[in-house]
């Protein structure tokens, strides 16, 4: 299958901790990258390969992937994190998800 | 630093094309994929295409028939055309670049610089 499927939308509470899970067959044939996206603007690289953090990117967000899913940790979510996530891999694009922080 | 341009208007059976300035890297340089994805409202990214820097060249199967991605490295640009489009086509349509490396870990593909996305409308 090409296609990668992640949770619609996740909430997390103020300073705790939210992953982000990414499933499909890609995942296994190539790693994946994570996009942040906020409303307006186009996605920021937040991580890519095997955990790493483009500069500028705050050391809260931490990638892992196993077998065929992938996930985006944020450890300490802050406000500003409230956006839009999608991994990828290669071609495929996620559906995306809503992150609230309440 | 990426930036798109072209109309923001395109009328339905026409051909949708889009030009994609690059700045601060040499388009012919490095090992990159030149691509363009789109974002209809409210919707998910979706991958139109890729061009090597050697010229070859990846689309989307379900766009395949219709879409052309093309380099000029005398202007460091690279465009899109997508031809006979329909509503459907209307969404933010982003260049970016993406980089490849091998590891121990495999294959690694990411979208490292984006454009600011031009919405394109298809209506009469």
């Known amino acids: 299958s090409s296609e990668l499927t992640q949770d619609p939308a996740v909430s997390v509470a103020l300073g705790q901790t939210v992953r982000i899970t990414c499933q499909g067959d890609?995942?296994?044939?190539?790693?994946p990258s994570w996009y942040q996206q906020r409303p307006g603007q186009a996605p920021v690289l937040v991580i890519y390969?095997?955990?790493n953090r483009p500069s500028g990117i705050p050391d809260r967000f931490s990638g892992s992937s196993s077998g065929n899913t992938a996930s985006l940790t944020i450890t300490g979510a802050q406000a500003e994190d409230e956006a839009d996530y999608y991994c990828?891999?290669?071609?495929?694009f996620g559906g995306g998800t809503k992150l609230t922080v309440l | 630093h990426l930036q798109e341009s072209g109309p923001g208007l395109v009328k339905p059976s026409q051909t949708l094309s889009l030009i994609c300035t690059v700045s601060?890297?040499?388009?012919?340089?490095?090992?990159?994929?030149w691509s363009w994805i789109r974002q209809p409202a409210g919707k998910g990214l979706e991958w139109i295409g890729r061009m090597y820097t050697s010229g070859s060249t990846n689309y989307n199967p379900s766009l395949k028939s219709r879409v052309s991605i093309s380099i000029d490295t005398s202007k460091n640009q690279f465009s899109l055309q997508l031809n006979s489009v329909t509503a459907a086509d209307t969404a933010v349509y982003y260049c970016a670049r993406q980089k490849s490396y091998y590891d121990s870990s495999g294959y690694t593909y990411y979208f490292d610089s984006w454009g600011q996305g031009i919405l394109v409308t298809v209506s009469s």
């Open positions: 990828n891999s290669r071609e495929v």
């Open positions: 601060g890297a040499s388009i012919s340089g490095g090992s990159n994929y």
């Open positions: 390969g095997e955990n």
């Open positions: 890609s995942v296994r044939m190539y790693y």
